[in-house]
């Protein structure tokens, strides 16, 4: 929508933090409201008579969309969104929406990347040579691992987890997945348990969405059938780990190593896995590009534009699926 054509009469309510180029679409297309964070008890009488829409990184949960008696659509800054009621959206009659496909390649690239890193230590490496240990020392000493020989098994063979895959047949390596069932078409070779993938390989890469039915699915269990020289990498949920069980996995060498994008409880990370040696560990970076990142907003704000012109979303979540707009 251009200026041009002027603002929509709809209220979006946008809590928290956001992208700041889709905050400067909302509030040209409609009228924006921001409150701090997601929380009925910021709600107003005001917002509860205006507020149709909701644009958000954050957790939509059952109260606040019950806080908001004429919300017809959240809009959720993200692929994952297992921080927002769905489930409760859909009984209320209000359409979720996601930013699928438009960082599929992004977070596939940075599931390669911290793969190699986490490999070959190129974390140590660097520090190697920032701290000035090449010059005074020498050559940094050979890493452990390698992924020549290696045997990958992805969690979770999603979009993204199928653009790891295409990724990693131009390394040579055999690809086995998990997921809940198996996907049609699709030659990998499929491990009806996670416990079996990870029996069968030696490289776990997880980009399984978070949720009840993924929560601690990577246990001490699944850990131990990878095996010692086993590499753990995950870019989907911090949930789908039991952390502890991960970081006395790295510390008993149970595992061999691991590479997190993702943590349960971000930012805050266990010192734990700070503190080990084997473990590469980024900050949630896997869509963060300015690239992508505006992608992803425009596909958000265009989720609101097209739900309010015509009536319609172009990426609903499979909970809501069914929901229709109000007349």
């Not at 079996?196 to 969405?209: H, K, M, R, S, Y």
């Not at 601690?216 to 949930?239: D, M, P």
């Amino acid at each position: 929508m251009s200026k041009a054509e002027g603002k929509l009469p709809v209220a979006i309510l946008v809590p928290g933090d956001f992208n700041d180029h889709a905050l400067g679409r909302i509030d040209e297309a409609f009228n924006c409201v921001r409150i701090e964070r997601a929380d009925p008890s910021l709600v107003t009488d005001e917002m509860r008579a205006t507020v149709r829409g909701i644009a958000s990184y954050a957790g939509i949960d059952a109260a606040m969309i019950d806080a908001l008696p004429n919300l017809e659509i959240i809009a959720s800054f993200g692929v994952g969104y297992d921080s927002v009621d769905a489930n409760h959206a859909a009984k209320r009659g209000v359409m979720v929406t996601n930013t699928p496909d438009v960082l599929t390649e992004e977070v596939a690239d940075t599931a390669i990347g911290l793969l190699i890193n986490t490999v070959r230590e190129l974390y140590a490496a660097e520090k190697w040579l920032r701290d000035g240990d090449w010059a005074t020392k020498g050559n940094c000493r050979l890493s452990r691992l390698t992924l020549r020989g290696r045997r990958v098994g992805i969690f979770g063979m999603g979009r993204i987890g199928r653009a790891v895959a295409r990724r990693l047949e131009a390394f040579g390596l055999p690809i086995a997945y998990h997921n809940r069932r198996k996907v049609e078409g699709l030659a990998y070779e499929y491990h009806a348990t996670l416990k079996g993938l990870a029996e069968a390989v030696d490289t776990l890469i997880c980009i399984a969405p978070g949720g009840t039915s993924t929560e601690k699915a990577v246990n001490a269990e699944v850990l131990s059938a990878l095996g010692s020289n086993g590499v753990f990498v995950n870019i989907g949920r911090g949930s789908t780990v039991d952390e502890a069980a991960l970081a006395a996995a790295l510390k008993s060498g149970t595992i061999a190593a691991v590479g997190l994008d993702v943590f349960a409880d971000e930012p805050n990370v266990p010192q734990a896995l700070l503190d080990a040696p084997n473990a590469s560990l980024l900050p949630h970076v896997g869509s963060a590009s300015v690239h992508t990142r505006r992608a992803m907003a425009d596909l958000c704000v265009d989720n609101l534009v097209s739900w309010f012109t015509d009536r319609r979303p172009l990426t609903p979540v499979p909970e809501t699926l069914n929901v229709k707009a109000r007349a």
